[in-house]
């Protein structure tokens, strides 16, 4: 009977503690290698509070992760910087922990379109992707192109040297279709946002964005002596050259007097 009464206790113990299970709350927790962590930071929740992001994050999140640590890079630490040289039509995207040394180059994205020529942006309308030394100041998760990173041009150097209106508005984004900005397509700009958003939700305060026209180099230049832009083409190679010897950039300060005005 003793018996009997114990084995009955422990049913009932089993399906009311099953009962309490599904009477419970979902578990909202994410993933142990999803990019955005068990706890997320203050910048990753109010961006996920957005739709196109939750569905990036859920649908890539996971393998992105992975992919930073195949080059032994953690989420929680990260830090990027990414470069455009126009002649190549790529976007690229390097990557480090913070206080870990030089950038890796983690991943590269062909433009999707590309519109005006080599040379800087100096107006409204000329459909020039501008030249120089920037960084990312806006996350649009409701872009007309899906999602959009937009840079902070135009800057010291743009208002200086260019008109009246010199224009504004450049973004990396989705899609395919360009007036002057830098389309990855949709999957694209997925990685990319993703990762601005991880390095931001890290810390990292300034994503640098540096754009060339073609490796700053002296035998590039000399293929292209003729051009108009020289003098301004060389006011950016101390830029230019400091990051292909140390993959690292130079500095706010730095750039800052890199991109003085010159005409």
């Known amino acids: 009977m003793l018996r009997r009464l114990s084995c009955c206790g422990l049913l009932v113990l089993s399906v009311f503690q099953l009962f309490a299970q599904s009477c419970s709350a979902p578990s909202t927790a994410l993933p142990p290698d999803s990019l955005v962590g068990k706890r997320p930071a203050a910048f990753w929740k109010e961006q996920l509070r957005f739709p196109r992001v939750r569905a990036a994050q859920a649908a890539i999140g996971p393998q992105l992760a992975a992919r930073l640590r195949e080059h032994a890079l953690d989420p929680k630490r990260l830090e990027v910087f990414i470069r455009m040289l126009k002649s190549r039509a790529q976007v690229e995207v390097w ?9 890796e ?19 409204a309308g000329d459909l020039q992707v501008p030249e120089g030394f920037y960084e990312i100041d806006r996350f649009n998760p409701k872009s007309n192109y899906y999602l959009s990173l937009g840079l902070n041009y135009p800057n010291a150097a743009d208002r200086a040297l260019g008109a009246p209106n010199p224009g504004g508005d450049i973004f ?18 997925e990685e990319v946002y993703l990762l601005a958003v991880a390095a931001r939700a890290a810390g990292q305060p300034v994503i640098p964005v540096h754009i060339f026209p073609f490796p700053l180099t002296e035998a590039e230049l000399a293929k292209r002596r003729s051009s108009p832009h020289q003098a301004f083409w060389r006011s950016l190679m101390p830029g230019y050259a400091y990051f292909e010897q140390h993959h690292d950039t130079a500095g706010a300060g730095p750039l800052a007097a890199l991109s003085s005005p010159r005409r």
């Open 95 to 103: 990557a480090r922990n913070q206080g870990s040394g030089p950038y």
């Open 172 to 189: 990396i984004h989705g899609g395919e279709a360009t007036i002057g900005c830098m389309p990855i397509t949709d999957a694209g700009i």
């Open 105 to 123: 180059l983690f991943e590269t994205y062909s433009l999707a379109a590309t519109s005006g020529t080599l040379g800087p942006k100096r107006r």
